[in-house]
T-cell receptor, first 111, second 114 residues
Framework: DAKTTQPNSMESNEEEPVHLPCNHS???????IHWYRQLPSQGPEYVIH???SNVNNRMASLAIAEDRKSSTLILHRATLRDAAVYYC????????????FGSGTRLQVQP | KAGVTQTPRYLIKTRGQQVTLSCSPI?????VSWYQQTPGQGLQFLFE???????NKGNFPGRFSGRQFSNSRSEMNVSTLELGDSALYLC?????????????FGPGTRLTVL
């Protein structure tokens, strides 16, 4: 499976934008980039996914580098509820499709 | 629409026993996946079912098994429990097998093996 690299932790202030980076230099052409987050004492929650183009939804935006070797999850205005572990995951379109979770980035949001 | 439900939420067993966990997917979802989460290993994939057939399996011993019923509900079974099986077991459902389908996770079953 292609690997992803994320910072262990990041801090943000409430109501400020947050940019969570992810490196995936060995990504293949058919890999989708997925982001999930896990709030304390809950199961993971889907955030967003993309293939080549930048994506927006009600929760976040996903900016994908032109060479696809990195991506950034953007939370436009962090709230205390956004404090969670964020996982950047590559899902291949052939063979194994399971979510392969790394260690993720623990985001702390300060009031 | 009701979310993914898992029963029981908490379970305490002793070494050598077996356990069965249950998962009810979101209505209309036909794919169910199971994951194990421990502090040391993080989230690890166990297996995936679609239309009552196991489609993918992770690197777990044969003591871990599962099945899916015609109504898409799924169960997983762990036999001959070991202390290391203590974990949060998460079930996730999705509409289909496509890699762009998002997975919806349940709250998990917390298993403690004494």
């Amino acid at each position: 499976d292609a690997k992803t690299t994320q910072p262990n932790s990041m801090e943000s202030n409430e109501e400020e934008p947050v940019h969570l980076p992810c490196n995936h230099s060995t990504i293949s052409g058919t890999d989708y980039i997925h982001w999930y987050r896990q709030l304390p004492s809950q199961g993971p929650e889907y955030v967003i996914h993309g293939l080549t183009s930048n994506v927006n939804n009600r929760m976040a935006s996903l900016a994908i580098a032109e060479d696809r070797k990195s991506s950034t999850l953007i939370l436009h205005r962090a709230t205390l509820r956004d404090a969670a572990v964020y996982y950047c995951i590559l899902r291949e379109d052939t063979g194994r499709r399971a979510l392969t979770f790394g260690s993720g980035t623990r985001l702390q949001v300060q009031p | 629409k009701a979310g993914v439900t898992q029963t029981p939420r908490y379970l305490i067993k002793t070494r050598g026993q077996q356990v069965t966990l249950s998962c009810s997917p979101i209505s209309g979802h036909r794919s169910v996946s199971w994951y194990q989460q421990t502090p040391g290993q993080g989230l690890q994939f166990l297996f995936e079912y679609f239309s009552e057939t196991q489609r993918n399996k992770g690197n777990f011993p044969g003591r871990f098994s599962g099945r899916q019923f015609s109504n898409s509900r799924s169960e997983m079974n762990v036999s001959t429990l070991e202390l290391g099986d203590s974990a949060l077991y998460l079930c996730a459902s999705s509409f289909g097998l496509a890699v762009y389908n998002e997975q919806f996770f349940g709250p998990g079953t917390r298993l403690t093996v004494l």
